[in-house]
């Protein structure tokens, strides 16, 4: 069995063929889902989908791309999206200085604030970082000071070793995605080979960054098992034993009662 823990299947990717990827995601022994938002619109979606599909589970926060005019109604909206009994975390928030689409204090801001509410809110985070590790990491580090907090994803990882290491000391966990597969990555090998087993968390980030052979092609959960499987082979692991790890610390992460 294996958790899916960070896809999108509310984008428009999946519009025309959402129960055939479930059925795929089903037959390979995906037995969940965690959606996140990235902006207040697919946020509700996410949180309405969750109420017709058996397992899957919402995320809700505004991604920095979408963090222009975030304030406190936006904040107030969140609140209230995330009373919602399928909501397990808040996310995907951060910093994003590749597409540099929000000023970066802008970006800041909504991030810090949207931390602030998970703290609030006794819910782990979903991070999305690129271009931006300095600033991320010194952010979640007073963020993550004393180890009083409520758990975090780095989601996608795409830092080093002593990037992951200093996450993994903060109690942060480590999320890994297609790109560990490619026959040109070099640092994520080494950070699956370098973190600890109870640290490791699995997804696709559909329908991006499917992994190889399918590299370039629309992502699906069914594909998080490919995944699985390298890094079981990076850890030395079975892949079931590698499987049982990674779905324990998604279940422990975001506090998941899975319907049998």
């Known amino acids: 069995m294996l958790i899916d823990s960070h896809c999108h299947l509310i984008f428009d990717a999946f519009a025309d063929d959402l129960p055939d990827v479930l059925a795929r995601a089903a037959q390979a022994g995906v037995s969940a889902f965690i959606n996140p938002g990235t902006n207040l619109g697919d946020s509700r979606q996410i949180v309405t989908m969750s109420d017709a599909v058996e397992n899957l589970y919402a995320a809700v926060g505004v991604h920095p791309n979408d963090a222009a ?25 951060g910093l994003d200085y590749y597409w540099d689409k929000t000023p970066r204090p802008v970006q800041q801001r909504a991030f810090e604030q949207q931390l602030a509410l998970a703290v609030e809110l006794d819910l782990p985070v979903i991070i999305h970082q690129r271009d931006s590790a300095a600033d991320t990491m010194a952010i979640l ?10 758990g975090l994803v780095l989601h996608s990882f795409s830092g080093d070793v002593p990037m992951a290491e200093e996450a993994v000391s903060l109690g942060f966990y480590i999320g890994i995605s297609g790109p560990v597969t490619f026959k040109n990555s070099r640092a994520l090998p080494d950070v699956v080979a370098a973190v600890p087993p109870d ?8 329908p991006f960054l499917s992994p190889h052979p399918f590299r370039g092609k629309r992502n699906e959960p069914a594909r998080v098992q490919i995944i699985a499987k390298k890094m079981a082979e990076l850890r030395g692991l079975s892949p079931e034993s590698m499987a049982q790890h990674l779905t324990a610390n998604t279940v422990r992460l975001f506090g998941l009662s899975l319907q049998s």
């Open 199 to 206: 640290r490791l968390l699995v997804e696709t980030d559909a």
């Open 141 to 150: 580090r007073d963020w993550g000071a004393g180890g009083n907090h409520p």
């Open 69 to 93: 005019g975030f304030g406190p109604a936006a904040l107030e909206q969140l609140r209230e999206l995330a009373a919602h009994p399928n909501v397990v975390a808040i996310g995907e928030i």
